[in-house]
C-alpha cells in the first residue's frame, strides 16, 4: 500500500478511538425539582411507556381512568410485552428512554440502586399519593437510599393448593401438606405418589423447586438475603436444610428428571391439568393460578390453604411489579400521572368492579386481586366476601376458603429487598438450587459455591453504588 | 488478454511483461473494481469497524450503560480467565460444536444427494427440508421441551418402540447437549439447499463414462462428486462452525428464556448465552465486550485451522 | 479448465480461504448438456428407496410444524393434547389473533421490511461480489479475507454502538434500521456469489465487450442474469431471515404498531406472561399465520433457481 494510504488509515483509527472515548459516557439525569405533579395540571404531549400489556380487563379498566386523569391531549404510547432488557438499555443508552417503565419489583430495586430511576418524592408528594397505603415490603423492594424510586402494581404470592380427592383417599388433610409439618408432608407424598415402573403417574406433592426457593427458606426461618440487601446468606444451615428437604420430595417421584419431565409435558392451563386430571395431589403455588383453575376446571375439588412455615404461621414470598421513570426521561410529568392513577384506590376498585361483574355473570366466585396497595386490598377483600354471600357460598365453599388463603398470606408475605446485583444474586442461588436438583452436587457444596459467588456480586454492586 | 496463464495475482509479476497501456488498464480496473466494493467498504466502516474499536475499547472499561465508562485496563480479560462459568461455558460450546458440525454437514450431505436422486418429487421435499428455518424461534423453543420430553416425548415414545429407555434429554447433563445437537439438525434446510445447488453442477458426463466403465453409485459419489464438491462441503463446514460457536436462541428458548421459571441447567449453558447475560442482565457490558472478543479470537483461530487443513482435502476447480 | 474461468486461472490456491473454497462452483454452465436424463431411468427399486428414505426424513422434519398447525385449530384446553388430529376443530384462534393483535399492520410491516432488505442486500452483495471476482487489483486477497474475518465477528459486538449510530440518525424506532444495514452487502452472500461469479466463462464476458458494453452493463446486463440461481438462493435466505428476525425489531421498535410479526408474537407471550396466562393457542395460531407464506416463497423461489441453473450459461 502507498505510504499514503497507512497514515490516513492511521489518522482515521486515532479519530475513532478518540470519538469512542467521548461515547459511553453514561446518561445525563434530569432535574425535575421545576416539574408540577399536582393532579389539576392540564397536561399535553406523548407519554412513552415500555414494559406493560393490556392483557386482561384488570389492564384496560384502569388503563382508561389513567388515560382520563391524563386528558385528550395526551397520546400515550406503549411498546407492549415484559420489559426487554437490551431494548431498555439500548434506549437509555442513546439517551431516548420511555417515560415510563414496567417492570418487577426486583429490577426496579436493581434499576433504582444503579441510578437508572428518577427518584419519585416530588411525584408522589405532587400528586398527593400517600405512600403509606402501599406494603411495606413492595415499598421496601423499591426504595434504595431511603429514596422511593417505583410506585407498587400487584402482589403475587404462594398458596398452599390440595386436591380434595387425593387427600381424602390417603386419609390426609391440608395441614399434612401445607408446610407445617414437614415429616407429615414427607408422608403425605409418599402416600399419594403413585408410580408405575419408571413411570410417573401421580406426583404427591410437588415442592415447586428451584422456584419457589425463598418460601421453602422462609418456612425454614430463615433468609437467603439479609435485610438490607448486602449480605447473602444461602450457605445458612437452615437454607441448606430446606433445599435438602424440598429436593429429597422428589425422591419417591423417580427423581428431578421425572418431575421435570411431568412439569414441563402437564396442561396447566386446560381441562386436564394436574389437579383435574388427578395427577397432583399438592403444591405451593402462585395465587393466580386459582383463577385458572376456577376457570377451566371449576368443578374440581380442591382445598386451599396460606403456605405454612414450621411453626405453623402463614408465610408467602411476595413478588409484583412497579412503575417507575427513567432518570433521564422527557416527560416525567405525565409518567408521573399515569403511574398514581394506574395504582390509585379508585383504579383498582373499578377494575375489580369489572372482574366481578364478569364473575355474576358466570356464576363464578371473584377469588380477588393484590393490589400492594393496603387500602384497596381491604376494600377488594371486602367486595369479594359479600359476592361470595350473594352467591350463597358458605365459609367451607372452597373458593371462599381460597379467598380467604389468598387474603391471609397477603398479610404475611414477606419480598426481597433492593439491591444493585439482584440478577447475579438471583442466578447465584439458581445455580446452586439447581446443581442439586441435576444430580450435579450436595446441597451443601451447592450452596456454598452459590453463596461465594452471591456475596462477591453484591460487594461489588454495592462497592459500585456507594462509590 | 487478461486470460493469461499466470499464477500470483499481483500486479504485473508474471510471464506477461508489463506494458504502459496495461499499467493503465490496471488502474482503471483497481477504480472499477473499488467502485463496485465500495457499498461493502462504506458498511464496513461505519457498521463494523466503528463498533468493533467501540467495542474493542469497551473490553478494557467497566462500564454497564448508566454511568460513564471507568477504565479498567485488563481487569477484564484477567477476570475472564478466572470466572469458572466462562470456562465451562467454552467448553459447551466447543464440545455442542465438536457434536453438531460434522453431524450437520454429515446430515445435510446425506439430504443433499438423496434429493438429487429423487427427480419431480424433489421440490416438495426441498420445501419441506426448509421448513423448519422458517418457524419462529419462541415455537421451536417450547417445541424442543415438548418433543424431548422425558416421559412423554415423541423422541422417547418412538425410542420405546425398539426398546429403549430413553434418556431425560430435558434435564440429564449428559443427554441436554446431545438433544440439542438433534434439535438443530433439525434446521439444515439451508446446508441442504447449497450442496443440492452444488451437486446440479456436477457434469453429468464425468458420472456418466463413470457409469459405463462400470463404477457403483457408491464409487461413483465417492471418486466424482465428493471431490467436485468439496469446496461447497468446506463452505457449508466453515458456516456451521461459526454459526456452533455462535449458539444461543434454540439452547436460550429452552433452557433459560422462559421468564417464569428458575430453571436452569449448566450443561446448557453456552457462550454467547453467558454473555448475553453478562452484559444484559447483570449489565456488565465491559466484562461482555471481553467475552465477544476472546470468541472472535477462537473462532478465527480455529477457521484459519480449517483452511489450513483443507488445502490438502479440498479440490480446487481453478487451480489444476 | 482453466482459461475458461473468471480470473484467468488464478483462483489462488496459494493464498488463504478466500479463493476457490465456495458453495457453488459451477465448472461448466451448459445448456442441455448438463441436463439430467429423467432419474429413474435404470434402477427403479433404487428410486423407489430414495423416495422412502426421503419420505421418512420429511416426515420427522413435517411433524413439529404439523404439531403447530393441528394446535392452531384446537380449543385453549387441548393445545397439548398431543392429539395429532384436533378433537375439536375450531377456527376460534385464528378469529382471536385477528381480533387482540393488530396482525395485519404486523404482517405489512414484516412485508415492507423483508422486500426492502432482500432486494438491498441481492443487489449489492452482488455488486461487491462481483467486484471481487471479475476484477484483479493488488490487495484483493487481503481485502476479501477482511470480508470474510466480519463473519466471524459475534454480533453482540457490534449490537449497542450500532443502535447509537442509528439513534444519531434518528432513526430508532422506525423500521429503517431494520433492512437499511442490508444496502451495504453481506460477507455471506458476498463469498457466495463470488464463489458463483468465479465460475462463469470468461469469453462470454470477452465477447460482450468486444461488442462495446462497458464495464457497469457486463455486470447488470450479462454476468447478473447468469448467475440467477444463486441471486434466488440469495433473495430466499435473505427473506427467510428478514422475516423471523426477532434481534432488530427487539432494539429499534417501541410503538406496536410498528411491530414485525416475530416482535409482536413475543409480545403476546410476555404480556400473557404476566397473569401467568400463557395463551398458547394464540401463540401457534401466529406461529403458523407467520410461517405460510415464508413456504409458499420458498416453493415458488426454490423452482426457480433449480431451473436456473440447467438454462443458463453459454456454450463453453
Not at chain 2, 510471464?15 to 457499498?39: E, K
Not at chain 3, 466463462?201 to 442474469?225: C, H, Q, Y
Not at chain 3, 425489531?249 to 410479526?261: G, H, K, M, N, V
Request: glycine residues 8%; aromatic residues 10%.
Amino acid at each position: 500500500m502507498s505510504v499514503r494510504r497507512s497514515t490516513t488509515g492511521c489518522g482515521a483509527v486515532l479519530a475513532v478511538a478518540l470519538l469512542a472515548t467521548g461515547c459511553a459516557s453514561g446518561i445525563q439525569p434530569r432535574d425535575d425539582s421545576q416539574v408540577d405533579y399536582s393532579l389539576d395540571v392540564h397536561l399535553s404531549g406523548t407519554l412513552d411507556t415500555m414494559g406493560f400489556g393490556l392483557g386482561d380487563d384488570v389492564a384496560t379498566v384502569r388503563d382508561a381512568d389513567a388515560e382520563r386523569a391524563l386528558g385528550h391531549d395526551v397520546h400515550v404510547q406503549m411498546a407492549q410485552g415484559a420489559l426487554d432488557t437490551q431494548a431498555f438499555l439500548s434506549a437509555v443508552a442513546a439517551g431516548d428512554p420511555p417515560d415510563l417503565v414496567y417492570a418487577s419489583r426486583d429490577d426496579i430495586g436493581s434499576l433504582a440502586t444503579q441510578g437508572a430511576l428518577l427518584p419519585l418524592d416530588r411525584c408522589l408528594a405532587g400528586s398527593g399519593t400517600d405512600t403509606r397505603q402501599f406494603r411495606p415490603t413492595a415499598l421496601a423492594q423499591v426504595t434504595a437510599d431511603g429514596h422511593v424510586y417505583g410506585v407498587p402494581e400487584f402482589n403475587q404470592l404462594q398458596l398452599a393448593m390440595a386436591s380434595t380427592r387425593l387427600l381424602d383417599r390417603d386419609g390426609l388433610t391440608m395441614a399434612d401438606v401445607n408446610g407445617s409439618d414437614w415429616r407429615a408432608m414427607a408422608r403425605a407424598n409418599e402416600a399419594m405418589t403413585a408410580t408405575t415402573g419408571a413411570r410417573l403417574d401421580v406426583m404427591g406433592v410437588d415442592a415447586k423447586l428451584p422456584d419457589s426457593f425463598w418460601l421453602w427458606t422462609l418456612a425454614n426461618g430463615a433468609r437467603p438475603i439479609s435485610e438490607d440487601g448486602r449480605t447473602a446468606h444461602l450457605d445458612d444451615p437452615r437454607v441448606v436444610e430446606a433445599v435438602r428437604f424440598a429436593v429429597s420430595l422428589t425422591e419417591p417421584e423417580g427423581g428431578f428428571d421425572r418431575v421435570k419431565a411431568v412439569r414441563d409435558a402437564a396442561d396447566l392451563f386446560g381441562e386436564d391439568n394436574p389437579f383435574a386430571a388427578g395427577e397432583l395431589g399438592a403444591e405451593p403455588m402462585d395465587n393466580w393460578y386459582v383463577n385458572v383453575l376456577e376457570d377451566v376446571s371449576p368443578d374440581v375439588r380442591l382445598q386451599f390453604d396460606a403456605f405454612r412455615d414450621r411453626r405453623g404461621e402463614p408465610i408467602a414470598f411476595a413478588g409484583g411489579s412497579a412503575w417507575a421513570i427513567p432518570v433521564n426521561a422527557a416527560d416525567p410529568q405525565l409518567a408521573c400521572r399515569y403511574a398514581v392513577t394506574m395504582t390509585s384506590v379508585q383504579a383498582w376498585e373499578d377494575a375489580a368492579r369489572a372482574r366481578l361483574a364478569e364473575g355474576t355473570k358466570s356464576g363464578k366466585q371473584f377469588t380477588g386481586l393484590l393490589t400492594a396497595n393496603t387500602v384497596a386490598d381491604a376494600r377488594i377483600e371486602r367486595m369479594a366476601l359479600d359476592q361470595a354471600a350473594e352467591q350463597g357460598r358458605g365459609g367451607d365453599d372452597q373458593w371462599v376458603q381460597a379467598v380467604r388463603a389468598i387474603y391471609t398470606a397477603n398479610e404475611h408475605a414477606v419480598s426481597a429487598p433492593a439491591n444493585p446485583a439482584a440478577a447475579e444474586f438471583a442466578k447465584a442461588w439458581q445455580d446452586g438450587v439447581n446443581r442439586v436438583l441435576n444430580g450435579q452436587a450436595s446441597p451443601e457444596a451447592a450452596m456454598r459455591d452459590a453463596q461465594r459467588v452471591a456475596q462477591r456480586a453484591l460487594d461489588e454492586g454495592w462497592a459500585e453504588q456507594d462509590r | 488478454m487478461t486470460t493469461t496463464a499466470g499464477r500470483s495475482t499481483t500486479t504485473g509479476r508474471t510471464g506477461t511483461a508489463v506494458r504502459p497501456g496495461a499499467r493503465r488498464a490496471q488502474n482503471r480496473d483497481t477504480r472499477n473494481a473499488l467502485l463496485f466494493i465500495s457499498p461493502w467498504i462504506v458498511g464496513f466502516l461505519v457498521f463494523t469497524l466503528w463498533p468493533v474499536l467501540q467495542s474493542a475499547w469497551l473490553s478494557m472499561t467497566d462500564y454497564d450503560v448508566l454511568h460513564a465508562a471507568r477504565w479498567v485496563g485488563w481487569d477484564n480479560y484477567v477476570e475472564l480467565v478466572q470466572d469458572p462459568k466462562v470456562a465451562m461455558s467454552m467448553g459447551n460450546t466447543l464440545l455442542f460444536t465438536v457434536l453438531e458440525v460434522p453431524a450437520h454437514v454429515a446430515v445435510s450431505l446425506a439430504l443433499a444427494l438423496l434429493l438429487d436422486r429423487a427427480g419431480r418429487a424433489s421440490g416438495f421435499f426441498r420445501t419441506v427440508f426448509f421448513l423448519p428455518k422458517m418457524t419462529p424461534a419462541v415455537a421451536v423453543g417450547a417445541l424442543f421441551l415438548l418433543v424431548f420430553n422425558g416421559q412423554d416425548g415423541l423422541v422417547n415414545r418412538a425410542l420405546a418402540l425398539v426398546g429403549i429407555d430413553g434418556p431425560a434429554w430435558t434435564t440429564d447433563p449428559a443427554w441436554v447437549k446431545p438433544g440439542l445437537v438433534v434439535m438443530s439438525l433439525w434446521t439444515v434446510g439451508a446446508s441442504v439447499v447449497i450442496f443440492l445447488a452444488a451437486l446440479r453442477a456436477v457434469p453429468r458426463d464425468l458420472l456418466e463414462s463413470a457409469t459405463l466403465d462400470g463404477a457403483g453409485p457408491w464409487a461413483r459419489t465417492r471418486s466424482i462428486t465428493l471431490p467436485l464438491i468439496s469446496p461447497s462441503i468446506f463452505f457449508v463446514t466453515v458456516v456451521s462452525t461459526i454459526a456452533a460457536f455462535q449458539t444461543f436462541t434454540e439452547s436460550y428458548t429452552a433452557f433459560f428464556g422462559a421468564s417464569s421459571s428458575a430453571y436452569g441447567n449448566d450443561a446448557a449453558l453456552f457462550y454467547s448465552i453467558y454473555l448475553f447475560q453478562q452484559g444484559f442482565e447483570y449489565l456488565h457490558m465491559g466484562f461482555a465486550s471481553a467475552m465477544a472478543w476472546v470468541l472472535f479470537l477462537v473462532v478465527l483461530v480455529v477457521t484459519l485451522v480449517q483452511v489450513r487443513v483443507s488445502r490438502r482435502l479440498v479440490h480446487y476447480e481453478g487451480g489444476e | 479448465m482453466s482459461a475458461d474461468t473468471l480470473t484467468g486461472g488464478t483462483s489462488s490456491p496459494d493464498t488463504s480461504l478466500p479463493a476457490g473454497a465456495g458453495p457453488v462452483p459451477p465448472r461448466q454452465v451448459r445448456t442441455g448438456a448438463t441436463r439430467r436424463p429423467r432419474t429413474g431411468g435404470r434402477r427403479p427399486w433404487a428410486r423407489a428407496l430414495t423416495v422412502v428414505a426421503l419420505t421418512l426424513c420429511a416426515v420427522v422434519f413435517l411433524y413439529p410444524f404439523v404439531w403447530l398447525v393441528s394446535a392452531s385449530f384446537k380449543p385453549r384446553s387441548q393445545v397439548f393434547d398431543n392429539a395429532l388430529v384436533p378433537r375439536t376443530f375450531t377456527l376460534d384462534n385464528y378469529v382471536a389473533i385477528w381480533q387482540s393483535a393488530p396482525m395485519g399492520l404486523w404482517i405489512a410491516n414484516t412485508l415492507l421490511v423483508t422486500v426492502l432488505a432482500t432486494a438491498a442486500v441481492t443487489i449489492t452483495s452482488a455488486m461487491v461480489a462481483w467486484g471481487f471476482a471479475y476484477y484483479r487489483f493488488p490487495g484483493r486477497n487481503a481485502l476479501f479475507g477482511l470480508v470474510l474475518a466480519t463473519m466471524m465477528l459475534p454480533g453482540a459486538v457490534t449490537m449497542i454502538p450500532t443502535f447509537m449510530i442509528w439513534n444519531a440518525l434518528g432513526q430508532s424506532g422506525t423500521l429503517t434500521p431494520l433492512w437499511a444495514g442490508n444496502l451495504f452487502a453481506s460477507a455471506f452472500y458476498v463469498f457466495l456469489l463470488r464463489q458463483f461469479f468465479l465460475g462463469l466463462p470468461r469469453d462470454t464476458f470477452e465477447a460482450a465487450k468486444i461488442d462495446g458494453a462497458n464495464d457497469l452493463r457486463l455486470f447488470w446486463s450479462v454476468a447478473l442474469p447468469l448467475c440467477r440461481p444463486a441471486l434466488v438462493v440469495t433473495a430466499l435466505f435473505e427473506a427467510q431471515a428478514s422475516w423471523t428476525d426477532l434481534m432488530k425489531p427487539l432494539i429499534y421498535l417501541r410503538d406496536s404498531t410498528t411491530f414485525t410479526i416475530p416482535r409482536g408474537l413475543k409480545a403476546m407471550v410476555d404480556q400473557f406472561g404476566f397473569g401467568g396466562e400463557f395463551h398458547w393457542e394464540l401463540i401457534v395460531t401466529a406461529s403458523v399465520i407467520t410461517t405460510v407464506p415464508m413456504i409458499v416463497l420458498f416453493f415458488v423461489g426454490q423452482r426457480q433457481f433449480v431451473d436456473g441453473i440447467a438454462t443458463t450459461g453459454t456454450k463453453g
